[in-house]
């Protein structure tokens, strides 16, 4: 049974650029979250997709964007990327939505210089 | 709000016992908890909810006090595997009543030594 995956594991991007981010949840879930964690950090919560919606957001700009696709599949976007973006970002999944437990993949590894 | 994790470091021989400690300011109806090795991700270890019911998958043991708003790992007979930082995760509730996100605590890095 796969797991929560991730892709890119490692990427480095310059201050300004776009990055997209992507995540493929564990089979049977369809609720799709993403977390960024800052070295030394626990993770915070960037908001959470559902039925191909937004359904909550944590404290982030509208510089991160997200979607999800029909196979509850998803991508989180950065724009204008900052050097204070650089962290860890975590896909996590869930079924059913609200449930108690959820996954994290391994991970996206994002520095901006 | 974040919740707060305690100690922020500790230091085992093997086979030695530690607890790690976390507390809200809010009332709970849950606490998660996850298990991050350097340079990986995050990993569930258990899930302690309001009534006692306990979930995980590790030769862990914790408890929840309600009341307090506090939640306790223990981890005894240490190996080296469970090195590592120690997440507790609290979760947030939305209009419709569901739980949407975790609110992790800053971590307590364990290490074990030989």
């Known amino acids: 049974d796969a797991g929560v995956t991730q892709s890119p594991t490692h990427l480095i991007k310059t201050r300004g650029q776009q990055v997209t981010l992507r995540c493929s949840p564990k089979?049977?879930?369809?609720?799709v979250s993403w977390y960024q964690q800052a070295l030394g950090q626990g993770p915070q919560f960037i908001f959470q997709?559902?039925?191909?919606?937004?359904?909550q957001r944590g404290n982030f700009p509208d510089r991160f964007s997200g979607h999800q696709f029909p196979n509850y599949s998803s991508e989180l976007n950065v724009n204008a990327l900052l050097l204070g973006d650089s962290a860890l970002y975590l896909c996590?999944?869930?079924?059913?939505?609200?449930?108690?437990?959820?996954?994290f993949g391994e991970g996206s590894w994002l520095t901006v210089v | 709000q974040q919740p707060v994790q305690s100690p922020q470091a500790v230091i085992l021989r093997e086979g030695e016992d530690a607890v790690i400690n976390c507390s809200s300011s809010?009332?709970?109806?849950?606490v998660h908890w996850y298990r991050q090795k350097h340079g990986e991700a995050p990993v569930f270890l258990m899930i302690?909810?309001?009534?006692?019911e306990q979930k995980g998958h590790e030769k862990i043991s914790a408890s929840f006090n309600e009341k307090k708003q506090q939640s306790s790992l223990y981890l005894t007979a240490s190996q080296l595997s469970y090195s590592g930082t120690y997440f507790c995760?609290?979760?947030?509730?939305?209009?419709?009543?569901?739980?949407?996100?975790?609110?992790f605590g800053k971590g307590t890095l364990l290490t074990v030594n030989p």
């Open positions: 996590a999944s869930s079924y059913p939505l609200g449930s108690d437990t959820i996954y």
């Open positions: 089979s049977g879930h369809d609720t």
């Open positions: 997709y559902y039925e191909e919606e937004e359904r």
């Open positions: 809010k009332a709970l109806y849950s």
């Open positions: 302690l909810l309001k009534g006692g």
């Open positions: 995760g609290t979760p947030e509730i939305n209009s419709g009543g569901s739980n949407y996100k975790l609110t």
